[in-house]
């Protein structure tokens, strides 16, 4: 999505972390995928959450919406249960997310003032919860991949270094690390 360009580029420190980003984003899940993969596409959907911000502070909406995140959880779990992975594990991870973003939207209105940016706001509906979506999916499934191929995920140098972004709270990114380490493949 075009919007997402600058928003990336943004809410991302180094130049090689965008681009890692861009080159994840560019296509489906393959049938392989590494650590680095997970963590870029975490990275990518955290990044997202400036341009939640900025709807929701145009729009005066707040940032917690218990019944939307609700509906996150659930689409999470059965997204789980469709890749093969740990349902309760994966509901966890997704929480651990939302916290985080709540966080990052909260930091992000805090420093424009409860004022919008000047600058185009993308549509909530139309625009970014589909993207929003696509990343979930996306991250599920590389989960998945990567997981089968018997590699490790969580709390790692990799994770912390494509996992970096402006407003993202260091024990918000170490419980997203903790909770992914946690998610396993169903029984």
Do not use: H
Not at 38 to 60: C, D, H, N, P, T
């Amino acid at each position: 999505m075009l919007w997402m360009k600058p928003i990336l580029a943004k809410a991302i420190r180094g130049g090689a972390v965008a681009l890692a980003l861009f080159v994840v984003a560019a296509g489906a899940p393959s049938a392989r995928a590494e650590p680095e993969d997970v963590y870029a596409a975490i990275g990518e959907r955290l990044s997202v959450m400036r341009a939640v911000a900025a709807w929701k502070v145009a729009r005066g909406a707040p940032v917690e919406d218990l019944d939307r995140e609700a509906v996150v959880l659930e689409k999470a779990t059965e997204s789980a249960g469709k890749q093969g992975l740990d349902a309760a594990s994966t509901r966890a991870f997704f929480q651990a997310q939302i916290t985080a973003a709540k966080a990052i939207q909260t930091c992000w209105i805090t420093r424009w003032n409860g004022m919008p940016p000047n600058e185009p706001t993308p549509d909530l509906v139309t625009e970014i919860r589909p993207e929003l979506i696509r990343l979930g999916a996306d991250i599920v499934a590389k989960i998945r991949f990567s997981l089968e191929a018997g590699q490790t995920l969580g709390p790692s140098t990799d994770f912390y270094g494509l996992v970096d972004l402006e407003c993202l709270p260091g024990p918000d990114r170490a419980a997203i690390a903790e909770a992914l380490s946690q998610v396993s493949l169903a029984d």
